[in-house]
């Protein structure tokens, strides 16, 4: 249980920072798109294939998914907080079933 409970926390943990990555990225291109010009060629990757978009087509893109991203952080610290209580509680307990206090362990 207590691995169990180890692994969710650290495929969460793994995931939220892939999100950020991800929200710093695109960040970091939404601010590229402000210092060009209004008329500047730019380019979105489609699927496989790169299009030509307009500058505030692309930088509405990248508004949606900074948003996306950013929803979904939020939801994965909240579970990262549930399942680090779980993992705190099911760690006294154990401690305290090591040190003979008799506490019984949930499941």
Known sequence: ???????????ILQQ???YELAVR??????????DSPDDAVMYMSVGTVMMQKK???????L??????LE??????EKQEKMLQGKFEQ???????AIEGKGAPLAT
Do not use: G, P
């Open 63 to 68: 508004n949606e998914k900074v948003e996306t």
């Open 25 to 34: 990225e695109a960040k970091r291109a939404q601010e590229e798109i402000s």
């Open 90 to 96: 099911l760690q006294a307990q154990i401690k305290a």
């Open 71 to 76: 929803l979904r952080i939020k939801s994965l």
């Open 1 to 11: 249980m207590l691995q169990q409970l180890q692994q969710q926390l650290q495929t």
């Open 16 to 18: 939220k920072a892939q």
């Open 55 to 61: 500058k505030d087509v692309v930088n509405a893109k």
